[in-house]
């Protein structure tokens, strides 16, 4: 199993960024996905979940109505579109998922917001 992150990057607040994670090693197409993120002397916290089929689960209060996750099981891939970023926003993103009762996590992508 392999999560590969990518897309983080520095923006200012108000803009935008898209993550994207590739996946392969397992059928991407039969497991939810989840997003987390960890900020510099913070704990790990979930961003957004969703199922196999495409359907969002959930997400964080402090991102909703301003993140979006979705995948497409053609490409492995899910991916986390970010809009009007808050410097709070700034932290490691991880990809993650359950197989079979074990925890897969990418190495993550650093996204910074400052001005």
């Known amino acids: 199993v392999q999560l590969v992150e990518s897309g983080g990057g520095s923006v200012q607040p108000g803009g935008s960024l898209r993550l994207s994670c590739a996946a392969s090693?397992?059928?991407?197409?039969?497991?939810?996905m989840t997003w987390f993120r960890q900020a510099p002397g913070k704990e790990r916290e979930l961003v957004a979940r969703i199922n196999s089929a495409g359907a969002p689960l959930n997400y964080a209060d402090s991102v909703k109505g301003r993140f979006t996750i979705s995948r497409d099981n053609a490409k492995n891939t899910v991916y986390l579109e970010m809009n009007s970023l808050k410097p709070e926003d700034t932290a490691v993103y991880y990809c993650?998922?359950?197989?079979?009762?074990?925890?897969?996590w990418g190495k993550g992508t650093l996204v910074t917001v400052s001005s």
């Open positions: 090693g397992f059928i991407f197409s039969s497991f939810a």
């Open positions: 993650y998922t359950r197989l079979y009762g074990s925890n897969y």
